[in-house]
């Protein structure tokens, strides 16, 4: 469906994601939009169609998703009660009883995940729109390593040091420590939604906080000082509170 969206601006002469960038400087500047006003209107309108529309399909799939997890919990635990009633026969091992109970725990967190996705969908498309928009523009201008780019819609740091996904759990405690809060993550890692649009996002997560607000900026300065790469994001999806966002990791690039 995205790619059906893109594709149809695309034949218009103008690609979605240059279509963004405009929007964002035309809505930063009254001036401008007053001369420009018929085009960057419509512009608008439809950026914020494109979200409203992507979160939609996003929502229904997931919901889709949701349906086959439930099934998948049903049979796992028909499975088990069978299982429980071959070990009290002493039919099967405990290993086996273990493997089926391990089956539904596994059913259910799948459903945890997929519910957890529901909740924050709106924030999931509005980062990897933005990210997508970033990923067009930054593919032309390569980093040298432990340099800092500002633009208008963003903050890019290459950083120097090594980084995996795996290391999260160091900013996370540093902002717990500071804040006494949890880190706020609306994304973390690959998900059903950088599949679609052919994000690789496996060592990456986004973090919800405004770069230009107190706490945004702490964390950057601690990004920073531990060489650890970013890309902050200040914009926002027009019309929507959803978008500013600390992205942790290396860009996403497509595949
Ligand atoms: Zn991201």
Known sequence: MILAII????????????????????????????????????????????FIKATKDYKTSLAKLLAIYERNVSSSEEKLVQAQKLFAEGLISRNQLVEAE??????????????????????????????????AQMSRTPLRKGSLVRTTSYIRFSGAGTWALSDAWRVQRFFQDSFKRQLPVGVFGQGAIHDRWRLDHRNAMDVSLHPDAPEGQLLMNYLRANGIPFLAFRTAIPGTATGPHIHVGRPSHRF
Do not use: C, W
């Not at 279509?19 to 608008?44: G, H, I, M, S, Y």
């Not at 059913?107 to 997508?132: C, H, R, V, Y």
């Open 102 to 135: 391990t089956a539904v725990a596994a059913a259910k967190g799948k459903i945890n995940e997929a519910q957890s996705q529901m909740a924050n969908a709106d924030t999931q498309i509005a980062d990897t729109m933005l990210e997508a928009q970033a990923e």
């Open 7 to 50: 594709h149809k601006v695309r034949s218009n002469g103008l690609p979605l994601l240059v279509a963004v960038a405009l929007l964002f400087q035309v809505d930063a500047n009254a001036q401008t939009r007053k001369r420009t006003e018929t085009r960057p209107a419509n512009e608008l309108s439809r950026l914020r169609e494109d």
